[in-house]
T-cell receptor
Framework: DTGVSQDPRHKITKRGQNVTFRCDPI?????LYWYRQTLGQGPEFLTY????????KSRLLSDRFSAERPKGSFSTLEIQRTEQGDSAMYLC???????????FGPGTRLTVL | DQQVKQNSPSLSVQEGRISILNCDYT??????FLWYKKYPAEGPTFLIS?????DKNEDGRFTVFLNKSAKHLSLHIVPSQPGDSAVYFC???????????FGQGTTLQVKP
């Protein structure tokens, strides 16, 4: 049973650079979610896909953020022109459209210098 | 606007005793509630959930109680074990959305 995987696990970048993260969900799950977590807070929802369709986006997802799930399998989250405030743990989760539980990957820790 | 609140940042209990973690919510449209456990440098791990049509759900040492009138839920861990030491998050979901809304978390320490 392969869980949710995320790559890379850690990313250090300079302000202004673009970064891209990848998430591979549990294979039978048709929903994929992105969250962001900062120190001392719970995860905050960013966006989610059902198959390849992006169904919901948070106001947190500014124009610098874009997510894709082109074939309904893995997803990428890109942040353009990174800012120091983007430093956080980016979490991916997957689930099914007929149940509410979401299963999280290990996260990608982003540090913007 | 914090719709899900965990007012206790930390909790310390003795091994073998009961741990009770609390969570309050404000949105009456939430219809599903979940608890997650998180270790450092790992993603949250799903523990247990409850639908708003129930008031209790039990899974082994973990029991979740829901009081809709008070907009309050709690997680009971009996007996507590040192391996339960982690950050616990409650989360809530409405029926017309896919997103989970999380509380700030409670750090549980179980002392041997």
């Amino acid at each position: 049973d392969t869980g949710v995987s995320q790559d890379p696990r850690h990313k250090i970048t300079k302000r202004g650079q673009n970064v891209t993260f990848r998430c591979d969900p549990i294979s039978e799950h048709n929903r994929l979610y992105w969250y962001r977590q900062t120190l001392g807070q719970g995860p905050e929802f960013l966006t989610y896909f059902q198959n390849e369709a992006q169904l919901e986006k948070s106001r947190l997802l500014s124009d610098r953020f874009s997510a894709e799930r082109p074939k309904g399998s893995f997803s990428t989250l890109e942040i353009q022109r990174t800012e120091q405030g983007d430093s956080a743990m980016y979490l991916c989760a997957s689930g099914g459209s007929f149940y509410n539980e979401q299963f999280f990957g290990p996260g990608t820790r982003l540090t913007v210098l | 606007d914090q719709q899900v609140k965990q007012n206790s940042p930390s909790l310390s209990v003795q091994e073998g005793r009961i741990s009770i973690l609390n969570c309050d919510y404000t949105n009456s449209m939430f219809d599903y509630f979940l608890w997650y456990k998180k270790y450092p440098a790992e993603g949250p791990t799903f523990l247990i959930s409850i639908s708003s049509i129930k008031d209790k759900n039990e899974d082994g040492r973990f029991t979740v109680f829901l009081n809709k009138s008070a907009k309050h839920l709690s997680l009971h861990i009996v007996p507590s074990q040192p391996g339960d030491s982690a950050v616990y998050f409650c989360a809530a979901k409405g029926s017309n959305t896919g997103k989970l809304i999380f509380g700030q978390g409670t750090t549980l320490q179980v002392k041997p």
